[in-house]
């Protein structure tokens, strides 16, 4: 009888234990692809293990912010429309981004805090602004 309980709660923990590894290991992953058209200002936070995002956005006026915070971040940015605005924040080992604008008014912010940055800005408009920071630890 004793063994048989033994056997009954060392699987029950055994069965806890599987699930709540799967769930951790989901978490160490976040992918996120946006795309909005004519939509409301885009915001993606993500503080996954490695995270990566990419935002397509059409309209008239565009906003999309994404803030990263990972050993691995990678964000995409494409946005058309008459005022376009993007800002990326990443902190982790490697983080690369790129922005891509096309519009009447494009702005564009980026700053990354890692060992191993990489940025890219392309913007093609009557009025361009852009701020790239990066700095290692």
Known sequence: MKHQFFAAASMAVLVVCCTQIGSVQA?????????????????????????????????????????QAGTTNVVGILQFGGTTSASVGQMGIFNSASIGQVGQSASSLLSQLGAMNSGSVAQFGAVNTSTVNQSGP
Do not use: E
């Open 27 to 67: 978490q160490t992953f976040d992918f996120r692809n946006i795309v909005s058209v004519g939509g409301a200002p885009v915001t993606v936070n993500q503080s996954s293990q490695f995270n990566m995002a990419g935002l397509f956005m059409v309209g008239g006026s565009t906003s999309g912010t994404v803030v």
